[in-house]
């Protein structure tokens, strides 16, 4: 692990550091996000080692340690209907959850709000640029779009699979993994986005389309060139 202490005029200068006690095994293809409700923290989640990994971890930079999430505590979850549109009155049940998004590597994660967005990444590489998406097998009564998940730190760990609808007529977009994703605020409200473009499908195909995820309704939206 290394740091670099950054200013606009002065050279980056990187440190290694030696985090104390037991850490993530050797990796790529991972995710990686900080959260601003945990300051000095880092999540990874996932990536390819030996075998596509599940596993997710913590960096306490004051403490300069690594934890692993423990998610086998019983998660209470809201379910909320997939057919949602923007503007519904959302009717929920409630159940434990104990679902998780599973081993992938190539995903992408993003911080929105107090915590990460999971989406994409592949389960299996089957061949030369040929991929199992995470997700799949698709639900006979679901839209096959990306898969993504909530990942939750404080203050038990938990996963949430994401519930979103598609607008406009489109799905949302197609699994893929590779690709890029960020998180900013817009408008008075503080309405957060995540923003998703490009990546590789499951037949190695190169991806160049854009998409957005507005939160709280998590809603699905293309965004046009």
């Given at each position: 692990?290394?740091?670099?202490?950054?200013?606009?005029?002065?050279?980056?200068?990187?440190?290694?550091?030696?985090?104390?006690?037991?850490?993530?095994?050797?990796?790529?293809?991972?995710?990686?996000?900080?959260?601003?409700?945990?300051?000095?923290?880092?999540?990874?989640?996932?990536?390819?080692?030996?075998?596509?990994?599940?596993?997710?971890?913590?960096?306490?930079?004051?403490?300069?340690?690594?934890?692993?999430?423990?998610?086998?505590?019983?998660?209470?979850?809201?379910?909320?209907?997939?057919?949602?549109?923007?503007?519904?009155?959302?009717?929920?049940?409630?159940?434990?959850?104990f679902a998780t998004p599973g081993a992938r590597a190539g995903h992408s994660m993003t911080a929105l709000g107090p915590r990460a967005l999971v989406c994409g990444g592949y389960t299996a590489a089957?061949?030369?640029?040929?991929?199992?998406?995470?997700?799949?097998?698709?639900?006979?009564?679901?839209?096959?779009?990306?898969?993504?998940?909530?990942l939750t730190a404080l203050p038990v760990p938990r996963w949430d699979a994401l519930q979103s609808v598609g607008e406009g007529g489109?799905?949302?977009?197609?699994?893929?993994?590779?690709?890029?994703?960020?998180?900013?605020?817009?408008?008075?409200?503080?309405?957060?986005?995540?923003?998703?473009?490009?990546?590789?499908?499951?037949?190695?195909?190169?991806?160049?389309?854009?998409?957005?995820?507005?939160?709280?309704?998590?809603?699905?939206?293309?965004?046009?060139?």
């Open positions: 692990v290394y740091f670099a202490a950054s200013a606009l005029a002065v050279p980056l200068q990187y440190e290694r550091i030696y985090p104390v006690g037991a850490g993530p095994s050797p990796r790529f293809n991972y995710g990686m996000v900080t959260l601003n409700s945990m300051e000095g923290m880092v999540l990874i989640y996932g990536g390819e080692g030996s075998g596509i990994l599940a596993d997710a971890w913590k960096y306490d930079a004051p403490a300069n340690a690594w934890s692993s999430l423990d998610f086998s505590a019983r998660q209470h979850t809201t379910l909320v209907p997939a057919n949602l549109s923007a503007g519904t009155v959302m009717c929920a049940t409630n159940r434990l959850n089957t061949g030369l640029q040929q991929y199992t998406m995470a997700g799949e097998p698709c639900p006979a009564d679901a839209a096959c779009r990306l898969d993504c998940w909530w489109d799905n949302g977009p197609a699994r893929r993994w590779g690709f890029g994703m960020a998180s900013f605020e817009q408008g008075a409200d503080g309405s957060m986005f995540a923003f998703i473009h490009g990546g590789m499908d499951s037949s190695g195909e190169l991806l160049a389309d854009c998409w957005f995820i507005g939160v709280p309704q998590t809603i699905f939206g293309f965004a046009p060139n």
